[in-house]
């Protein structure tokens, strides 16, 4: 089946630790994106993607890190730098990055938390 | 940046009740706009979509929602809700870079 597989489900960040969160996804989509869900305050973008080897702060990227080596995978490293990581992660991608109608398919979400 | 609001962050309704949820966008440009919904459990799914044309547009499970370009707006409505219903609504806006905007999200109890 296609999808985009998002892991670990749940994962822990120690004081001073930096987090890798994978994002992966066999659906041949020029475009990923990485969101912060947080209660209250709806999805917020990190970071997004259009193509391989290109990506572009969101409105919150500070204390995050992205690359896009390959088309099917976006990683997301939660930095020491951000102070306030426990979160809900999801990775989204859409088919093509130069257009501007297509809908989001969602990946199942990271649960980050502080230790 | 663009800003996507809804109105209510909590709504509590009995079955067979109407629903009309509420979103406004900031934007002032062509703008594609969404509702996804988030059943408990489960992935973000979209409930439907507006591009151009028909400002009506309907989507999954009886849902609808209307564009109205001069209030920025684009609610959300079902005639009768079903207590399958109870999941978290967001509005998103999407612009002419491919970025999405969310808004705070909805969350819809209904009760049996």
């Known amino acids: 089946d296609g999808g985009i597989t998002q892991s670990p489900k749940y994962l822990f960040r120690k004081e001073g630790q930096n987090v890798t969160l994978s994002c992966e996804q066999n659906?041949?989509?020029?475009?990923m994106y990485w969101y912060r869900q947080d209660p209250g305050q709806g999805l917020r973008l990190i970071y997004y993607?259009?193509?391989?080897?290109?990506?572009q702060k969101g409105d919150i990227a500070e204390g995050y890190s992205v690359s896009r080596e390959k088309k099917e995978s976006f990683p997301l490293t939660v930095t020491s730098a951000q102070k306030n990581p426990t979160a809900f992660y999801l990775c989204?991608?859409?088919?093509?990055?130069?257009?501007?109608?297509?809908?989001?398919?969602f990946g199942s979400g990271t649960q980050l938390s502080v230790l | 940046a663009q800003s996507v609001s809804q109105h209510n962050h909590h709504v509590i309704l009995s079955e067979a009740a109407s629903l009309e949820l509420g979103c406004n966008y900031s934007?002032?440009?062509?703008?594609?706009l969404f509702w996804y919904v988030q059943y408990p459990g489960q992935h973000l799914q979209l409930l439907l979509k507006?591009?151009?044309?028909?400002?009506l547009v309907k989507g999954i499970k009886g849902f609808e929602a209307e564009f109205i370009k001069s209030k920025f707006s684009f609610n959300l409505r079902k005639p009768s809700v079903q207590w399958s219903d109870t999941a978290e609504y967001f509005c998103?806006?999407?612009?002419?870079?491919?970025?999405?905007?969310f808004g705070s999200g909805t969350k819809l109890n209904v009760k049996p």
């Open positions: 989204a991608s859409t088919p093509r990055g130069q257009t501007t109608n297509e809908k989001l398919f």
């Open positions: 993607s259009q193509i391989v080897n290109d990506f």
């Open positions: 507006y591009f151009s044309g028909d400002p």
């Open positions: 659906l041949n989509h020029d475009a």
């Open positions: 934007y002032g440009g062509t703008v594609n």
């Open positions: 998103a806006v999407n612009d002419n870079f491919n970025k999405f905007y």
